[in-house]
């Protein structure tokens, strides 16, 4: 009878030891999965992150030079009230 017990003992270690591996396993597949989710989502954010930076940066270089052409007129301008007006500029 004693080898009959041990091996109950045996058996049920054996088994409690195969379901917590089993749920261990199933545990990190979940948390794998769920990582390279998380993954693709931040390559997607990073993705919509840099067109945004290049859709800023073109908006930034148009107001650059939308800039540059108002003081190119305005300085045309003031040219022409001087020129109408027959004052000189001082150097």
Do not use: P, Y
Not at 57 to 68: D, L
């Amino acid at each position: 009878m004693t080898t009959s017990d041990d091996m109950r003992r045996l058996m049920v270690t054996l088994m409690a030891a195969a379901v917590l591996g089993a749920w261990t396993f199933a545990g990190t597949r979940a948390s794998s999965q769920d990582i390279a989710e998380l993954q693709h989502e931040i390559e997607e954010v990073e993705l919509e992150a840099k067109e945004r930076h290049a859709e800023l940066a073109a908006t930034v270089e148009e107001i650059k030079n939308n800039i540059q052409s108002e003081a190119i007129e305005a300085a045309a301008f003031r040219a022409q009230v001087r020129s109408a007006l027959e004052i000189r500029e001082r150097h």
